[in-house]
């Protein structure tokens, strides 16, 4: 078969997959519905990619892009990644910044899609998105919820899970007055008894900070558990801001924390 037969056929491939709702494939199952060698199947899918007809955001793994998404070059990354996850056999959620926006905390849009895994893996760029993946210990114990997108469900955390991970990676979103900022967003969804369930999946240090980013930001409602598992669990006083020296920083006494850093959110 010809490589012109195959690209005709190619597009055919795509369209009657998108017409059953699917927009990604392999291309194993490209190359084995063309009936095609490996070569000229290779050469069909890399005309569809100069059309901007498919794109390829992971090796051998292919999406279908709808005209609407032309000009990013891919479909936008909630649309694949579960797919792509799946393939892969990897557990995962959107975190971060991503899983804020989720839960209506977008005080400004991140300029990459922020992907929780068990181990760190190198970024994804696939037209103008950008995917990275953030290492998460205790990932399978971390309380998330499903979202719909165009393309099915994506596991996102929680608003509990996100405010730790958020305190727990503050250089991934932008620092402390940015984490203080998408508390202040988050606070209003955050309940009290599943904060604390979403704080023993990380290290004491994470809820000591929590808790008095929360109080900070007015939201102390919702620490008074929170406070509570610290007392009994955090064995000695940690920094507000690791990286900082303690100087003289005066200690809050009901989070165990010398606040060694300014922190303003912009509200």
């Not at 926006?101 to 991140?110: E, N, S």
């Not at 004491?204 to 598992?229: D, M, N, P």
Request: with cysteine; glycine share 6%; aromatic share 8%.
């Amino acid at each position: 078969m010809s490589a012109d037969t195959a690209r005709i056929n190619a597009r055919d491939y795509i369209a009657g997959l998108a017409a059953s709702g699917r927009y990604h494939f392999t291309s194993a199952e490209a190359r084995s519905a063309l009936g095609v060698s490996a070569v000229a199947a290779k050469l069909a899918l890399n005309r569809l990619a100069k059309k901007a007809a498919i794109a390829s955001p992971a090796r051998g793994f292919y999406v279908i892009v709808p005209p609407e998404y032309r000009s990013i070059g891919c479909l936008p990354a909630d649309q694949f990644i579960p797919a792509l996850m799946k393939r892969r056999g990897l557990s995962y959620y959107a975190g971060l910044l991503s899983a804020a926006q989720y839960h209506g905390a977008a005080h400004y849009r991140p300029q990459e899609f922020q992907v929780m895994v068990s181990k760190n893996r190198w970024p994804i760029e696939c037209g103008a998105v950008r995917v990275v993946f953030v290492a998460r210990k205790r990932l399978n114990n971390v309380l998330v919820q499903d979202f719909n997108t165009p393309r099915g469900p994506i596991h996102v955390s929680t608003p509990e899970a996100t405010a730790v991970d958020l305190v727990g990676y503050p250089r991934h979103v932008g620092g402390l007055d940015q984490v203080a900022t998408i508390l202040s967003e988050l606070a209003e969804k955050i309940d009290p008894e599943k904060l604390v369930r979403a704080a023993r999946t990380a290290p004491i240090t994470w809820a000591q900070r929590l808790g008095f980013l929360l109080v900070r930001i007015g939201a102390g409602e919702k620490t008074r558990s929170l406070e509570s598992y610290v007392r009994s669990h955090a064995r000695e006083s940690t920094l507000l801001l690791s990286s900082a020296p303690r100087g003289h920083a005066k200690r809050d006494s009901n989070w165990k924390l010398y606040v060694n850093a300014r922190v303003q959110a912009d509200i």
